[in-house]
């Protein structure tokens, strides 16, 4: 049997520790993987034998990332398949089957995972008032309600020049739950949680981190 079925379970059971230790983009990446991976979960007893290679090339996808994102040493890389186990779908091999897979695409959901950091970052302190700014987080509910996160503010109404600068490199217009979730969760590149750096004397540091993760031209 394939390690890939165990290598998802320990995943799962270490979520919130693994997505703690990448930085945003691949976190985001992660995230889609599973919830691809949660595609084959509606048969009971598994995806159908001839989408096993399918699963297999997605639990690949998501050791290959985990293998280059996680910082050294991370306890998660342990649970990595190496040598014969990290084949390629269609080869003979370290191979699983549907009911490998079973129970533990019972327990995958991309949408409980995106349900689930959504619910995180939304119950983070907020501020009511409205300011016009462009690159500012706002996260807005399927129910129509908005929050903005507080930790963006220096004084009332006053917003962090480098939150500014930050947003507008990750694109906070476009993916403010993506950007939320960069700023207060655990960042791999600087150790800590950027959120917590704000009115220290790292903004060099945040910067660099997020041109790391989007880019700017």
Known sequence: ????????????D???AVRAGLSAEPRRHL??????LAGSADEPGGPPPEAVDEVE???LQIADLLDVSLPPGHPFLTHLPSGASRFSPGTSGDRST?????????????VEVTRAVEDRLFEVPAESVEVDELWLIRLERGDGRVRVPAFQFEGPRQV??????????????????GVADWWL??????????????????DGELVAAALAVGGDD
């Open 98 to 110: 549907a009911g490998d897979w079973g129970a533990v695409l019972g327990r995958v959901s991309g």
């Open 1 to 12: 049997m394939s390690r890939y079925p165990e290598m998802i379970g320990a995943l799962l």
């Open 31 to 36: 995230d889609a993987l599973l919830a691809e």
């Open 57 to 59: 090339e997605i639990a």
């Open 185 to 202: 969760g655990r960042n791999a590149w600087i150790d800590a949680v950027p959120a917590d750096l704000l009115g220290g004397s790292r």
């Open 160 to 177: 962090w020049p480098v939150v500014r600068e930050v947003n507008r490199i990750l694109g906070a217009d476009e993916d403010p739950w």
């Open 14 to 16: 270490q979520l919130d």
